[in-house]
DNA sequence: CGCGCAACCTGTCTGC
DNA sequence: TGCAGACAGGTTGCGC
């Protein structure tokens, strides 16, 4: 569910309520959340410390507390925060008291389908080296360049999609954001990644950059699970240019949106403005199709 | 190493 | 109405 601007949103709000807070009491209910780590080993390394900072990496949430401890905390496709829920929703995983000067408050995660976690790290070095073996670049730093796009993708027979999908290339996009973001750019998503122009991973860069922007202005995108702290919804679903909206005209020529699979996952393109590769390439591939006929 | 796909879970919706 | 099957915002691990 969560992709990079619903984290987003999630950490702008939250961090007002957790920085400077201590944690006074941890509860973890699910001994997958804690894996490998059993829920009271996690429960007792986290609990005690005061929050530093809220930050983000990807989709991940990054809780810094005092003495160089990290929690790497990921909602994965269910997964919720709620500030104070009234009533508790039905599959609370994890559960935190907090303390300031004022007084206590409890958040919550819920997490119906389970695939949620949060990992502990202890020291900057372990940081980095989950983060490293993880992730690649941040899609809205300065660093994110056609450059580090092109030479990541070089080779590359894998469909584009499966490219912006990899965690380990671009960080935070996942299957809504990459159908808007390939949209935008008005490139195939089937395209080889290895095949693209130079204009091509050009529109696409921006592409990708305008449709994060786009969501984390909108508070993100509520299609079915995604919550605010409070429970409300984002409203980036009713901005969509093309996902989900199979059937519909497309907003740039109104030809009719198609869904079909990429990467293994619901795509939705419009096949106008998105010019689907011819066949696949490569001699191989052509020797294969000629042993099968003949 | 690159790539495609099953697995991990539960809930919801669709079609017969 | 009941039930089987498909599908869902993500990631990991396995086999080729």
């Known amino acids: ?3 990079l601007p619903e984290v987003e949103t999630i950490r702008r709000q939250l961090a007002p309520l957790v920085e400077g807070r201590r944690l006074v009491d941890v509860e973890i209910l699910d001994e997958r ?12 390394a986290l609990a005690g410390r005061r929050v530093e900072e809220l930050g983000r990496r990807g989709k991940y949430l990054l809780w810094a ?3 160089d401890v990290y929690l790497a905390q990921h909602l ?4 919720a925060l709620l500030y104070e829920p009234e009533p508790e929703p039905s599959h609370v995983r994890m559960r935190l008291l907090l303390r ?12 119906p389908r389970r695939f949620g976690t949060g990992e ?6 372990a940081l980095d080296d989950f983060f490293a073996a993880r992730l690649g670049l941040e899609p809205l730093d300065e660093a994110f360049t056609i450059e ?8 590359r027979r894998a469909p584009v999609k499966a490219f912006l999908l990899d965690q380990r290339r671009v960080a935070g996009v996942g299957n809504i954001y990459a159908d808007e973001a390939l949209f935008r750019a008005g490139v195939h998503p089937l395209r080889p990644a290895g095949r693209l122009t130079r204009g091509e991973w050009e529109r696409l860069r921006t592409g990708v950059i305008a449709a994060l922007r786009a969501g984390i202005d909108a508070q993100g995108a509520s299609i079915d699970d995604f919550r605010h702290l409070d429970g409300a919804r984002g409203s980036f679903q009713e901005e969509f240019l093309i996902h989900r909206r199979a059937g519909e005209p497309c907003p740039r020529c109104g030809r009719e949106i198609v869904k079909m699979v990429a990467a293994g996952r ?9 010019r689907r590769p011819r066949r696949r390439g490569g001699t191989r591939q052509k020797a294969r199709e000629r042993v099968a006929v003949g």
């Open 1 to 3: 569910m969560p992709e």
């Open 33 to 44: 959340w804690s894996r490998p780590l059993a829920p009271a080993e996690l429960a007792a």
């Open 65 to 67: 507390l005092e003495g």
């Open 76 to 79: 994965r496709m269910t997964g």
């Open 100 to 111: 300031d000067g004022a007084g206590e408050h409890r958040l919550v995660v819920d997490d």
């Open 120 to 125: 502990l790290l202890l020291g900057t070095d």
């Open 148 to 155: 580090h796009l092109r030479r990541a993708a070089r080779g």
């Open 266 to 274: 619901g795509t939705y393109a419009c096949e106008g403005c998105q």
